[in-house]
């Protein structure tokens, strides 16, 4: 751990980061904080909001103790960068952070605490912190957003049953800034009375103290879904430097015993199946290689290797997810996609249209974007012989921005 010194006895603002949870709605193999934005992670770009603005006396990042990617990360400023062990929940994190510190920082010290998945955090937000900190009375402030959309209340069954009065509601965001024994106290105290803490207000109005709300701007968004990430990478403008690219990819499957195929995600009834490590759908797999090959990633074999039981039958939807996951990281999203199965049998023309709008949802896009057609090879060769089915597909990528 960083050694850390006092050694003044002005305020110092110290700044924690909890980096400790999975991001289980982010649906990825990894920590949504570890996925990359134009090549440099969500963390990364959060981290150097505060390490590299000298105002700012220490980061602390708080991390689970299972952790495996943070040693993984070349990131330039590391010696600034303070690692405490993360707890099970936000608040844990936060206490556990606040007693890190706790032999140096002085009492009206200013601790900033901010999501680790909010890595679009502009400047002018933080400078109307700090100009909110400096008012002779301040006791603490977080960022928020006034809620202009109407509200409605949901009844348990998907149906809405009220309008709620948006008057004086706001959407808390952080940073949320409080002084150092202040927030220590009121975590300290929320936890005792039980009070579910969701965030560093919540805990600092159970103890009586009412902070300040700072209008934020609206590009301060935590990324929780895979959808924000493209998000992300706008608001960030990271794609000026990236050029369309076309992906093509070709994959075959023999048939074996069965009763049906899945193309696309669809299972068609049949009198064989697809062999295969997987699913066998093959026309998925020749998207996805389309895809990979795009943005030069290789192949499925690279990432999904069939010598790996952990793909044993796996469902293609979730290793197209996989992917699509892969192309936001870069800042691409799908332009089209044109496709051909190459098959005898089974004939395809009933199930043309639930392919597209299946392979559509998958990749985010609206149907008349993607195109699929069924050919055969005129008898000749295996799948002439009704041996397997082969696919070819072509892609067009555009970053995430250009519409």
Not at 4 to 29: C, E, Q
Not at 225 to 240: H, I, Q, W
Not at 299 to 328: C, E, N, Q, Y
Request: aromatic share 6%.
């Amino acid at each position: 751990m960083t050694e850390l010194n006092a050694n003044s006895l002005s305020p110092k603002h110290w700044v924690i980061i909890p980096a400790a949870g999975v991001g289980a709605r982010m649906a990825a193999d990894r920590p949504k904080q570890y996925l990359s934005i134009h090549n440099k992670t969500i963390l990364e770009h959060t981290l150097a909001l505060f390490t590299s603005d000298l105002r700012f006396s220490k980061v602390l990042l708080g991390l689970a103790q299972n952790d495996q990617y943070w040693q993984m990360l070349n990131f330039p400023q590391r010696d600034n960068v303070t690692i405490f062990p993360g707890g099970s929940e936000r608040f844990n994190t936060v206490l556990n952070g606040l007693y890190c510190i706790d032999s140096v920082a002085q009492d009206h010290d200013w601790v900033w605490v901010h999501d680790a998945a909010r890595p679009c955090l502009s400047q002018t937000d933080i400078e109307s912190l700090f100009s909110q900190l400096a008012q002779p009375d301040a006791k603490g402030a977080l960022l928020a957003s006034p809620v202009n959309d109407t509200i409605k209340r949901e009844n348990g069954a998907g149906l809405s049953c009220e309008t709620v009065d948006r008057t004086g509601l706001w959407r808390a965001l952080t940073p949320q800034v409080f002084k150092y024994s202040d927030l220590k106290s009121a975590v300290e105290q929320g936890i005792r009375d039980e009070v579910t803490l969701t965030d560093e207000a919540s805990a600092m109005e159970h103890s009586g103290t009412f902070p300040h709300l700072v209008e934020s701007r609206g590009n301060n968004i935590k990324i929780t879904r895979p959808g924000d990430l493209e998000t992300a990478m706008s608001f960030m403008n990271v794609s000026s430097a990236l050029m369309p690219r076309i992906g093509s990819g070709y994959d075959v499957h023999a048939f074996d015993v069965g009763d049906s195929v899945i193309l696309g995600g669809v299972r068609i009834a049949h009198t064989h199946k697809l062999k295969a490590h997987s699913d066998g759908d093959v026309l998925l797999h020749a998207l996805m290689d389309a895809l990979l090959g795009a943005l030069a990633l290789g192949d499925i074999g690279k990432h999904f290797p069939d010598t790996d039981s952990k793909w044993k039958g796996a469902d293609s939807r979730a290793l197209l997810k996989a992917v699509m996951l892969m192309l936001s990281e870069q800042g691409y999203r799908v332009g089209n996609a044109d496709i051909t199965v190459i098959a005898e049998y089974p004939k395809l023309a009933v199930h043309i249209s639930d392919i597209q709008a299946s392979i559509a949802q998958d990749l985010g896009v609206p149907t008349n974007q993607i195109s699929v057609k069924a050919t055969t090879s005129e008898k000749l060769g295996f799948t002439g012989r009704s041996e397997g089915i082969a696919c070819q597909a072509s892609v067009m990528l555009f970053p995430v921005s250009v519409s």
